[in-house]
Each structure stands twice: as structure tokens, then as C-alpha cells.
């Protein structure tokens, strides 16, 4: 910044020195530069600063860019990118805009002769002082772990971390000094292992919830709904991220029990003004104490925190409202309803990446996407220049808009909408960031609300799947339906070490543990990668490669060995009957067969091999007969 308001103190010192003089000088000393008296005071004024201007930032090959001829002049502003028609700016205000264009030239000049003079000495010494840093930090985690401290460890970048303090600060300050302490980034530090799984440690211990006293304990008894106490919790404010109204209030139609549910990110929830739909990850949180804003997580519900901002040293919770069980078997049902639903549409969203993929249609540079912006603007299909971002009005013809596009050639307007254009992307980008983030928080907790179980991880992201594995110590590689199956082997094992069930694999590999609650409710939509993935959940390899034949195999798992089968048989009488029983039997007389069920464990007997003929082989005896 400094050469640029040095460069406009010389221009105002040039101009008050031209001020104090006369036209007839002013027109004399433009006349000894070669350069046009015409025009005000002003104008012959701003013509010579103009001139001394240019002798500091002159040309390649020497020449003051004010002494250029017209041609030449055209030239020069079109091959850097300016507007060269003079029927529509001055030559003045032409030339200010390429000393300017010329000044800032020089600047990136320079910039690279310094950076080009760096020697790979310092470039060595400046890898070694960050080495030397990271292994003085994983000293300090060591020994701060040593002495108990987690908090400490948190804090070495400078920010005081604590229980209290919000999740996303602790997970912020654990994944920079992760990136610092990282075993690779230390491969001459022998115990570099060992500082950062203390620092893993440190960020568990920090973000595990607290134990409740024994007399919440006792008080939750009493009160079986009440799963902990209420003691220093308010029911904080929440406001809409796009018009900024207040959630929950009166007249939103929300009840107070479902800010249990927003809070622990169950759910989503439209604002009632804007209709925009947000969760508590997207939310807009203010502090009950100093109501200022600050960052939330689910995993800080049943937490005392703080609000991290400098003037506020108290902390808070969040308020347990009280909820009834149909409500809550309710929001079961709808909960995972609803992550089928998005299971199936992430699912589809990949399969359309993967067709565009191989396709490979479509502008991948930036000169190409310009030039492909170019064409669509020229055609009337999209409304803004994709170089000056000018919006021409409704009506405007396509030979206007060629014709604007010919003479777009303002490098400062282009600048000036690409850095719009890259402010639009980076807000973008932090709006699919959060609702990225709020997809993931709302799917983990839909599945610990259902009961956290295997045979429901189908319902699983990919990214939440593989921190289930890295929290059981299990391989993260290979696709979805091989974790399920890891996980669900990691379960079995555990089993037959805690309660020594003998038959619990077996019931595992044929989907033992497979039930009409745990499958999903939209089964005959499913694919056959989803379908797959519900069997791989319930520790079932499928046979059929088709959605009829798995989802045959799975009704086989769940109902066959619950239902018996209605067969119908030959009648066969071994005494009398009563006249009673002849009387009622008259109609099945006339059909010779009669139906029943056959008790449990002779059904496989009634079939045949208990030498009675079933209907479908005295049909068949009849035809050869015949």
C-alpha cells in the first residue's frame, strides 16, 4: 500500500506546483513535451502531472507513454486489456489508465525478482525452525499429559480451550494441532506417536460428557422421562440464517418439546417468515448472557459451555423439555423414514455425478467456461456479462448483446466481477459446507436416537460409517457393504466373548438377527446396492443378484421360520363318521380334500413323506391315469 500513496502524495505535490502557474506557462511546458494546449486550466494541469508520471513508469523500451501517437497509443491499451475507443473516453483519462496498469506492473516486477532472489538455503532453514516448532510442541503435549492437563494440551496455540468451551473451538484448536504434531510432519522425533495419540486423548476426554452426581441420579428415577437435570440451562435463542427471525416463538406453531429436537439436530425445521429450511448446525445461536452469537454442535446439548466471546466468563446449558412416548415413538418412525428417503437420494445424486463423469462433457478450464459464459450471454440464455457482469434489459436483441461483448474490454470492470464472481463461490461454498455438516450431524444422531444398533447402520454415510469403524479399531478400506460386515462380525465377537452364545454366528451369516422393525419400510424401492447393504447390516450374504431374488431371501429370513404354511390334503377317513360330521362335512364331500395346519415340526412330514398324496400329485396321478 505504501508505493501507491506515495505515487498519489507525488501526484498532488505535482499538481499544486502547476496550480500556481498561468495558462501561457502551462501551455509552454505541455508545448516542450509535444503534447496538446487544448482545454481548462484543470484539464492542461492533469495533462503535465500526467507527463511526469509517465517518466517514472515508462515504457519497455524506454519511452514516456505520453509521448505516443494515436496508433501506437490503440496499440498498447488493447494488448494489455484496456478500452483504446477514444469517441468515448479522453486520451487523458486513456493514459491514466495505463500508467496506472504500468505501475502495477512494476510492483508484480518486483515482487518477483525478490522472490526469485530467496536462496534455497533459507528455504531450508525456514523447514527446519518449523520442524524444531512441531517437536518443541509435541514435547509440551507430553508433558502436559503427564501432569493430567488436557486442557493445557488444547490450549498451546494460544487459545484457552476447557471442558466448557463449545465443541466446534475444541475440535478447531485439536485439528490444528493434529496438522502440526502429525507423525509424518516429525519423522525425526521417535516419540511423535505418542504425543499425538495424547493429543487424541486430550480432545476425547475434553468432549466426553460429564458424569451426573448421584443425586441426579436418584432424581432421575423418580422421573424415569428426565434423562439429566436442568440446573444452570436456559432455552437459547435461535434465529434463522437467511432473514434472521426468531425460531420456536409463539406463533411458529412449534411445541417446547421440539427443541429437544432441533437442538440434538433430529430434525429440520422451516422458518416461519421465509420458509427456509434449517437444522441446529445452520442455525443462528445467540448466548442467554451476553447474547452474542456463537458456534453449536449436537454434542454440546448435554454440556456446560461457554460462548467463547471475551466480555462473557459465565456458562450455560441447554433446556430439557419433557416428552411424551407417543410423540417420541412418533418421531422414530418419522426420523427414519426420512434418512431412507435421503439414503436413497444421495444414492441417485452419485449415480448422476458418476454418468457425468464418464461422459466428460462440458467446459473444465477457466478459458473454457468463459468462452462457454460468452456463447450462452450472446444467445440470451443467461442475463449478466460473464465479463463486466453488466445486466442489459429485458428485450435487448442479440446483435446488442455481440455488440457489447466486442467492446467489454475494461480489465478493471473484469477484475472487479470475477472478485464478485469468486465472493459468490466462497459464500456458496460456506452455505454447502454447513448443510453438508448438518446432513452429517442429523444422520449420526438419527441413528443413536433409533438405538445405535448395527442392523440400522445401512443408514449411515460413508463418512459416518468409517468414524464408527475408527472408534471400534477397525479397517476404514473397502466399500460400505464390507464395513457393515466388519462391524457386524466386530458385534458377534463381542457376544460370544460377553454372553457365550454358541449359535450367535451362525445366526449372524443366515440374518438371524433380521426382523420385520429393522428393515427398512421402503424395501420393494430399494436398489440392489442399498438392498445389499440391509443384508450386509444383518450379517446376511445375499445369493441373487436381482431386487426380486434379495428381497425374496430377506421375507424367507424374516417370515419362514414364523409362519407355518397352509397346505391342503387328501381326505382320508380311518373310522365312521358321526351323522353330525357327515351332516357338516357334506360339502367337502363333493371336493375330496379338506384344509388344516400342521403342527409345528411336521410340516416338512405333511409334504409327502408321510405317505399321504397332496393335491398338486393326485392331480398329477389322475392325468397319467387318463
Known amino acids: 500500500r505504501q508505493p501507491k500513496a506515495h505515487a498519489a502524495d507525488n501526484f498532488v505535490n505535482s499538481s499544486n506546483m502547476y496550480e500556481n502557474k498561468k495558462m501561457a506557462e502551462l501551455k509552454k511546458l505541455l508545448k516542450e513535451r509535444s ?36 496508433p501506437e497509443f490503440r496499440k498498447l491499451l488493447a494488448r494489455r486489456g484496456l478500452p483504446c475507443d477514444l469517441s468515448i473516453e479522453t486520451r487523458d483519462e486513456l493514459m491514466q489508465r495505463l500508467i496506472q496498469q504500468l505501475k502495477q506492473e512494476g510492483v508484480k516486477k518486483k515482487s518477483e525478482e525478490a522472490g526469485v532472489d530467496r536462496s534455497a538455503g533459507e528455504d531450508t532453514e525456514d523447514a527446519e525452525d518449523a520442524e524444531a516448532l512441531a517437536t518443541r510442541l509435541a514435547m509440551q503435549v507430553l508433558e502436559l499429559t503427564e501432569s493430567g492437563d488436557p486442557e493445557g494440551v488444547l490450549s ?68 424415569t422421562a428426565i434423562s439429566r437435570t436442568n440446573e444452570g440451562c436456559h432455552k437459547t435463542k435461535l434465529f434463522c440464517p437467511r432473514c434472521k427471525s426468531l425460531w420456536g416463538s409463539a406463533d411458529s406453531g412449534v411445541q417446547p418439546f421440539d427443541y429437544n429436537f432441533m437442538m440434538q439436530g433430529l430434525k429440520t425445521y422451516c422458518c416461519a ?18 447474547h452474542r452469537a456463537f458456534e453449536y454442535h449436537p454434542r454440546d446439548y448435554h454440556r ?33 423414514q426420512e434418512q431412507e428417503r435421503r439414503a436413497k437420494q444421495r444414492e441417485t445424486s452419485a449415480a448422476r455425478v458418476a454418468r457425468a463423469a464418464r461422459k466428460g462433457t462440458g467446459p473444465t478450464s477457466t478459458a473454457e467456461k468463459l468462452r462457454h459464459a460468452e456463447k450462452l450471454f450472446c444467445a440470451a440464455l443467461i442475463d449478466a456479462c460473464p465479463r463486466c457482469g453488466f445486466e442489459p434489459p429485458p428485450g435487448t436483441q442479440k446483435d446488442e448483446l455481440l455488440e457489447h461483448l466486442r467492446g467489454c474490454t475494461d480489465a478493471s470492470a473484469h477484475a472487479a466481477h470475477r472478485e464478485a464472481v469468486r465472493a459468490a463461490e466462497a459464500k456458496r461454498e460456506l452455505k454447502t459446507t454447513k448443510e453438508d455438516a448438518q446432513a452429517e450431524a442429523q444422520n449420526l444422531a438419527v441413528w443413536q436416537f433409533l438405538g445405535g444398533d448395527d442392523s440400522q447402520a445401512w443408514l449411515l454415510t460413508d463418512t459416518q460409517l468409517k468414524k464408527q469403524c475408527e472408534d471400534r479399531g477397525l479397517s476404514t478400506e473397502g466399500t460400505k457393504d464390507e464395513m457393515l460386515a466388519r462391524m457386524v462380525r466386530h458385534r458377534t465377537q463381542q457376544k460370544l466373548l460377553t454372553d457365550g452364545g454358541a449359535g450367535s454366528t451362525k445366526a449372524g451369516a443366515s440374518g438371524g438377527g433380521m426382523s420385520a422393525s429393522s428393515l427398512p419400510s421402503n424395501l420393494h424401492s430399494m436398489s440392489v446396492a442399498q438392498l445389499k447393504a440391509v443384508c450386509a447390516a444383518h450379517g446376511m450374504v445375499p445369493k441373487g443378484e436381482s431386487t426380486d431374488e434379495i428381497i425374496h431371501q430377506i421375507e424367507l429370513a424374516v417370515y419362514a421360520a414364523d409362519e407355518p404354511m397352509l397346505m391342503l390334503e387328501e381326505k382320508r377317513q380311518t373310522s365312521k363318521p358321526s351323522k353330525r360330521k357327515k351332516a357338516d362335512d357334506e360339502d367337502d364331500d363333493d371336493l375330496g380334500f379338506v384344509e388344516h395346519w400342521p ?17 398338486k400329485e393326485q392331480s398329477d396321478d389322475e392325468d397319467e391315469d387318463e
Open 35 to 70: 503534447q496538446s494546449g487544448a482545454g481548462e486550466k484543470d484539464e492542461l494541469v492533469k495533462r503535465l502531472c500526467l507527463c511526469d508520471e509517465g517518466d517514472k513508469f515508462r515504457l519497455d523500451d524506454g519511452r514516456n507513454p505520453t509521448s505516443l501517437k494515436a
Open 156 to 223: 498451546l496455540l494460544g487459545q484457552t480451550v476447557t471442558r466448557s468451551t463449545p465443541f466446534a473451538q475444541q475440535r478447531k484448536a485439536y485439528l490444528n494441532l493434529a496438522r502440526v504434531i502429525h507423525p509424518d510432519k516429525l519423522p525425526h522425533y521417535q516419540q511423535a506417536t505418542k504425543a499425538f495419540q495424547a493429543l487424541v486423548h486430550a480432545f476425547e476426554t475434553l468432549t466426553a460428557p460429564e458424569a451426573p452426581p448421584p443425586e441426579a441420579k436418584a432424581k432421575a428415577k423418580a422421573k
Open 273 to 290: 417468515l421465509c420458509l427456509c429450511e434449517f437444522g441446529c448446525m445452520t442455525a443462528e445461536h445467540r448466548c442467554p448472557l451476553c
Open 304 to 336: 456446560h459451555i461457554t460462548c467463547g466471546n471475551a466480555r462473557c466468563v459465565g456458562s450455560f446449558g441447554f433446556w430439557l423439555y419433557y416428552v411424551p412416548p407417543r410423540v417420541e415413538n412418533d418421531l422414530r418412525i418419522e426420523a427414519k
Open 599 to 615: 403342527e409345528a415340526g411336521k410340516v416338512k412330514n405333511a409334504r409327502g413323506q408321510s405317505g399321504q398324496k397332496s393335491y
